[in-house]
């Protein structure tokens, strides 16, 4: 496994990268256009949940006497293509939705993210196809989010180098969607989550577990997906999604 040139997918959909793209560094302001303090756009709402998520994770690393997590991402706009250090010469565009360690950016599409919204990718996703939850809503996007830059916390803490060549693609899937749990859980307690936002994440989760058993980029099942969030969404703690690397 070559680590740092390695694009994480969500729900194993075959996607490397290609040309331009709003590039942005996590920590920069953001000013909506219409001055609310309420995004608007997706683009919006994609920069403000991974800026919380960003957060969540600053204070996880502050605590752990660690240097605060520093990544990158890009909002692909509709109908274009990004360029990224994980391009295979294809292209990122309208499905993309991947951490790649080698620019250490998060790439998400605002087409993709907003047919997530909307509910127009159920019968394409490998679980909700079938019958395993659905996705729709808004946290149906974060949860993606927040699975993406789980990701990230992975390559922060040497995670794809030290594991990499022992355990399965599906183990780094199912961390980070534990580490999304967890998020979620603070997000919870602080009163800024809701019963139904926790029902959207473990549908989400459903529904882009996959079936592909015997293939290397196996993510894991709907049931295995829907489990692995909501271990870190009960625990709280992101050590609780250590067994799925180091109990592998």
Known sequence: MTSRKRAWLLAGVALLLGAVGASQLLGTAQAYDDGSSEPQTMDQFLTSATKDVDAYWTKQFEAAGLQA????????PAGQRVASACDDGSGLGDDAAAYCSGDDTIYISQKFASDIYDGALNQMLPGSSQGFGKTVGDFAVAYIVAHEYGHEIQDELGLFDQYGGQVPQMNFELQ???????WAN?????????????QEALDAALAVGDFATDSPGHHGTPEQREEAWNTG????????????????
């Open 69 to 76: 997590p520093r990544v990158s991402y890009d909002w692909i």
């Open 176 to 182: 980070a969607d534990c580490y999304a749990g967890t």
């Open 186 to 198: 603070s997000a919870y307690k602080e009163k800024r989550v809701s019963d139904e936002d926790v």
């Open 233 to 248: 969404f009960q625990d709280g703690d992101p050590s609780a999604c250590n067994s799925y690397l180091t109990g592998a």
